[in-house]
T-cell receptor, first 115, second 113 residues
Framework: GAVVSQHPSWVICKSGTSVKIECRSL??????MFWYRQFPKQSLMLMAT?????????EQGVEKDKFLINHASLTLSTLTVTSAHPEDSSFYIC???????????FGPGTRLTVT | ELKVEQNPLFLSMQEGKNYTIYCNYS?????LYWYRQDPGKSLESLFV?????AVKQEGRLMASLDTKARLSTLHITAAVHDLSATYFC?????????????FGKGTKLSVKP
């Protein structure tokens, strides 16, 4: 089946530094990808829509200057958490839709810890 | 604003028993999804429901969709311990688009022997 990968799977960084997370669709092209955030024991919240060839669309309350999204190709989207703070510690999950079967494929997630 | 409500949020079951998880959503949507999440893991797709009256079954799980009532159910038959996980329903929030999902809060299922 379709696979979406993420890298890294976990990262620890110091407060004030930036972290880049990659999301790749491995066997299908995705003009659109999505980034979600999940805090412990909570549900997933949509952060932004990553669009290949154009700017990302951010959900209300998500700082676009803090969470930089780049959709470099039809198979790669990146999320950069800039000037990370401890409150940014979370589980970040990307997804890519496959329009042929209406499925939404989720990556394995990246656990970010900011110290 | 689209809202998705699941109940119950916690469910403790005995093996062999049946139960149903409910998912209500506030506005019309093109699709409804059910996912499973194990602790520390990402989401595993269970079902995509596309139309009114849709029913899908996989093993001990069966999902249905009533678009008029804006209600989906996930029915568990003869539960086994391996079904212990958190189950989420989600709905496409943008009509005509696929993937802007709004999730319910999740139902944490614990199946005890």
């Amino acid at each position: 089946g379709a696979v979406v990968s993420q890298h890294p799977s976990w990262v620890i960084c110091k407060s004030g530094t930036s972290v880049k997370i990659e999301c790749r669709s491995l066997d299908f092209q995705a003009t659109t990808m999505f980034w979600y955030r999940q805090f412990p024991k909570q549900s997933l919240m949509l952060m932004a829509t990553s669009n290949e060839g154009s700017k990302a669309t951010y959900e209300q309350g998500v700082e676009k200057d803090k969470f930089l999204i780049n959709h470099a190709s039809l198979t790669l989207s990146t999320l950069t958490v800039t000037s990370a703070h401890p409150e940014d510690s979370s589980f970040y999950i990307c997804s890519a839709p496959r329009v042929t079967n209406y499925e939404q494929y989720f990556g394995p997630g990246t656990r970010l810890t900011v110290t | 604003e689209l809202k998705v409500e699941q109940n119950p949020l916690f469910l403790s079951m005995q093996e062999g028993k049946n139960y149903t998880i409910y998912c209500n959503y506030s506005t019309t949507s093109d699709r409804l999804y059910w996912y499973r999440q194990d602790p520390g893991k990402s989401l595993e797709s269970l079902f995509v429901l596309l139309s009114n009256g849709a029913v899908k079954q996989e093993g001990r799980l069966m999902a249905s969709l009533d678009t008029k009532a804006r209600l989906s159910t996930l029915h568990i038959t003869a539960a086994v311990h391996d079904l212990s996980a958190t189950y989420f329903c989600a709905v496409d929030s943008v009509k005509g688009s696929q993937g802007n999902l709004i999730f319910g809060k999740g139902t944490k299922l614990s199946v005890k022997p």
